[in-house]
């Protein structure tokens, strides 16, 4: 049974920093892409990064490009999300995913797992 659980999400005032963990079971970590999403109250599921299985490819939306790195740690079946410059605009549920090709990341359809979520909230 595949599981990817998420977690340090918190409250921080805008400019401060957090680093979220995505802990996987459940399946051949490094096999897999790893991609992290953000849903805010009324609003759809938006893309934020995503790295391939071995790490060496990542991409970023826009709005957190320069801000927020996304890594991983095979040996640990972890990756992480190290976001900085946290503006009140980053506040969300944020969810990892997994999948197996790099392609079409971007629309949560195609994303096989997904993790529990975990609030971030940015006060200004």
């Known amino acids: 049974q595949v599981q990817l659980v998420e977690s340090g999400g918190g409250l921080v005032q805008a400019g401060g920093s957090l680093r979220l963990s995505c802990a996987a079971s459940?399946?051949?970590?490094?096999?897999?892409?790893i991609g992290w999403f953000r849903q805010a109250p009324g609003k759809e599921r938006e893309f934020v990064t995503v790295?391939?299985?071995?790490?060496?490819?990542?991409y970023y939306a826009d709005s957190v490009k320069g801000r927020f790195t996304i890594s991983r740690d095979n040996a640990k079946n972890t990756a992480y999300l190290q976001m900085n410059s946290l503006k009140p605009e980053d506040t969300a549920v944020y969810y990892c995913?997994?999948?197996?090709?790099?392609?079409?990341?971007?629309?949560?359809?195609?994303?096989?797992?997904w993790g529990q979520g975990t609030q971030v909230t940015v006060s200004s």
């Open positions: 459940g399946l051949t970590f490094g096999n897999y892409v």
């Open positions: 995913g997994a999948k197996g090709l790099l392609a079409n990341w971007r629309s949560p359809r195609e994303w096989i797992y």
């Open positions: 790295i391939s299985g071995a790490g060496g490819i990542t």
